[in-house]
């Protein structure tokens, strides 16, 4: 797998000083980096919409923007995404953090951790389906989540050596 400029930034480092979303939302936003594509065009949103008159809005919000399969509509989980084409490309693809786009099952951590590795990760650790909240308030173990990621890295580096 030549990928010589992904492979420049890894050995020479990037200074990012601006940056720009394709939504003001968390699991939209995100949708769109993982993907490349605007949130309007997830196979969950675009099935929610079939039979929408020409030229209505599409529905772009957190709940219609899932990164799932969808039989006849599109594979945005195991095919169209970026870490699915770094694997293909031989890199190691690690998340943490909030997923925010959909699980089949939302009771089983196990199955749950599965369907993201399914969309491209080699490791999924620390993933949360969505905002821990207490009242008002939104948390997130950052902590744990940093951990996690570092650990991830390191293994890659151990292996290295």
Not at 66 to 82: E, H, R, T
Not at 111 to 123: A, E, T
């Amino acid at each position: 797998a030549d990928l010589p400029n992904i492979e420049r930034l890894r050995t020479q480092g990037l200074q990012m000083m601006q940056a720009y979303t394709s939504s003001a939302m968390c699991g939209t936003s995100r949708y769109s980096t993982i993907t490349g594509r605007y949130p309007s065009r997830s196979a969950f949103s675009r099935q929610q919409n079939q039979g929408q008159e020409e030229g209505e809005v599409s529905d772009v919000t957190i709940p219609t923007t899932k990164l799932l399969d969808i039989a006849g509509v599109a594979n945005d989980c195991s095919d169209y995404n970026l870490p699915r084409l770094l694997q293909q490309n031989g890199y190691r693809t690690g998340i943490t953090g909030k997923w925010h786009l959909g699980s089949p099952d939302r009771r089983n951590y196990a199955d749950f951790r599965q369907h993201v590795q399914s969309c491209g990760f080699d490791m999924a650790e620390s993933v949360y389906l969505q905002n821990f909240r207490e009242g008002n308030n939104y948390q997130h173990n950052m902590e744990f989540m940093t951990a996690e990621a570092i650990k991830f890295i390191t293994s890659e580096e151990e292996e290295e050596e």
